[in-house]
């Protein structure tokens, strides 16, 4: 990490904050917690849209991810201009909702904070992580796949102090 003392805020974005996005923070709160990172490193969500403020995780993500040893239970609320000052990488699912986080940003400091979750990932090849909730269950594993493969470039990048 470039910066043993200071504290890496990441937050995790997609639309509704009910599916992708807490999985994400889900998966990466696991990876940090067993790296022994918790002291360095924190992980929230949130969703572009405020359709589900205050919801739990769709149960379906919930139960995908519980079979991988996850709970995924935060609550969802809607992304803000704050979240800018709040958080030092800002990760958007697809390039919808990319687009959204950079309309919202105040200065190219800001826009710097922002990047695709798919960039990051190692094993995979994919421009985008796709929205499961109108998927059967290979959608919601496929995310699951796609999310953890891209949470492990993610804390591999920030022990490396690149991100």
């Not at 043993?4 to 639309?15: A, D, E, G, P, S």
């Amino acid at each position: 990490m470039k910066d043993n003392t200071k504290l890496y805020k990441v937050l995790f974005v997609c639309l509704g904050n009910i599916c992708r996005s807490p999985a994400a923070e889900g998966i990466f709160k696991k990876l940090v917690e067993e790296n022994k990172l918790g002291d360095k490193i924190i992980a929230d969500s949130a969703g572009t849209s405020g359709y589900h403020n205050g919801e739990l995780p769709d149960s379906r993500m919930r139960q995908h991810g519980a079979r991988r040893g996850y709970k995924f239970d935060s609550l969802s609320r809607k992304f803000t201009v704050h979240d800018f000052d709040d958080f030092d990488i800002i990760l958007a699912m697809d390039d919808s909702n990319y687009a959204n986080i950079m309309r919202l940003a105040p200065d190219i400091e800001s826009e710097r904070k922002v990047y695709r979750m798919v960039d990051f990932l190692q094993k995979y090849s994919h421009d985008h992580v796709p929205d499961p909730y109108y998927s059967g269950a290979d959608g919601f594993e496929l995310v699951l796949d796609l999310l953890e493969d891209g949470c492990n470039g993610l804390l591999e990048q920030i022990r490396d102090g690149k991100v």
